[in-house]
C-alpha cells in the first residue's frame, strides 16, 4: 500500500527582471525558484507540471529562443523531473496523471516523459498555448507541450471547477484563470499535513496573495484578482497550508525531496 504524500521539487531558477514577476515594480534583477510536485498515492503517482524542461539545462536559447532575452532558465539536468525522481527511487513508470496548471514554459516539464500517463489540463489553456495573444506567445514553448502519442484529458472551464482526481478528495483542482485563461490551482489534502493549497501561478509570490500587486504576465486581471479572493476563501475554509507558485522568500520555507508532507 503507497502512502499518500506530497514532494517538492524544484528545477533550478529564472533570472528575469522584477516587474516580470509583479506589475509595476522595477527592472532589478530578480530570481524565481520553480517548483514542481510528486503525489504518491495507492491509485497511482501524480505529477504536478514537472518544472522546466530538462532540454532548457543543456541548451537555454536553443529550446526557449527569443523569450530567453526575457527570461533566462538556470538549472542543471540532473534537476529535470524524470532525473530528479529516479535519483529519489521512484519509477516514472508509476505516474498514473500528469496535471497541468497551466502550459507556460516553466511547467511543461513533464509532458511526454511518463510511459504509463494521462495529461490533464484544462481545454482553454492547451488551445490558447496555440492560439495566443502577442504579448502571451513568448510564455509558451509549443514543442514541449504538442508532442505525439499523448494522453491528454481535457477540462471543459468553470463546471470542471473542484475536479476530484481519484474521488477520495485528496487531489482537487480549482479554476483559477487570470494568469493565463485556463490556470488551475490545486488543493491537496492529505492524512496528517490536512490541507495544502498549491496556488501555482494565481499567485507567484505573498504579494500577490497579500493582494498587494498583480502578476508581471497575465491575461485578465479582473480574472487574477477574482481567483485570488477565490483561494483565499479556500484556504481559509480548509485552514490550508499555502506555497505560492515562484516565491524566492517563501519557498524555502518548505520541506523539499526527500523530505515529504504526509
Ligand atoms: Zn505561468
Known amino acids: 500500500m503507497t502512502d499518500i504524500r506530497l514532494y517538492m521539487f524544484q528545477t533550478g531558477r529564472i533570472r528575469q527582471r522584477e ?4 506589475l509595476g515594480a522595477g ?3 530578480f530570481y524565481t525558484p520553480i517548483p514542481w510536485f510528486l503525489i504518491t498515492h495507492p491509485k497511482g503517482n501524480v505529477v504536478i507540471d514537472g518544472g522546466i524542461a530538462v532540454e532548457a539545462a543543456r541548451d537555454p536559447k536553443g529550446h526557449w529562443g527569443a523569450v530567453s532575452d526575457v ?12 532525473n530528479a525522481m529516479q535519483a529519489h527511487g521512484f519509477d ?7 496535471l497541468q496548471s497551466h502550459l507556460h514554459l516553466d511547467h511543461t516539464g513533464a509532458i511526454g516523459r511518463f510511459p504509463n500517463a494521462t495529461h490533464i489540463v484544462q481545454r482553454k489553456e492547451y488551445e490558447y498555448a496555440f492560439t495566443a495573444d502577442w504579448f502571451a506567445a513568448g510564455g509558451y514553448i509549443l514543442k514541449d507541450i504538442d508532442k505525439p502519442g499523448l494522453k491528454w ?3 471543459d472551464g468553470p463546471q470542471t471547477d473542484g475536479f476530484d482526481l481519484y474521488g477520495d478528495g485528496v487531489i ?3 479554476f483559477t484563470p487570470g494568469h493565463s485563461p485556463g490556470h488551475q490551482s490545486f488543493l491537496i489534502t492529505l492524512p496528517e499535513t490536512g490541507a ?5 501561478d494565481a499567485t507567484y509570490t505573498m504579494d500577490h496573495w497579500n493582494e498587494k500587486c498583480l502578476p508581471g504576465f497575465l491575461t485578465s486581471a479582473i480574472e487574477v484578482s477574482h481567483s485570488v479572493k477565490k483561494l483565499r476563501m479556500l484556504a481559509e475554509q480548509t485552514d490550508a497550508m499555502v506555497v505560492t507558485g515562484h516565491d524566492p522568500d517563501a519557498w524555502p520555507s518548505f520541506r523539499q525531496a526527500p523530505a515529504y508532507y504526509g
Do not use: A, H, S
Open 92 to 98: 516514472p513508470k508509476d505516474v498514473r496523471y500528469v
Open 153 to 155: 484529458f481535457f477540462l
Open 71 to 82: 527570461y533566462w532558465p538556470e538549472l542543471t539536468e540532473d534537476t529535470g523531473c524524470i
Open 196 to 200: 495544502v493549497l498549491l496556488t501555482i
Open 19 to 22: 516587474v516580470n514577476i509583479k
Open 172 to 174: 482537487k483542482m480549482i
Open 27 to 29: 527592472q532589478d534583477v
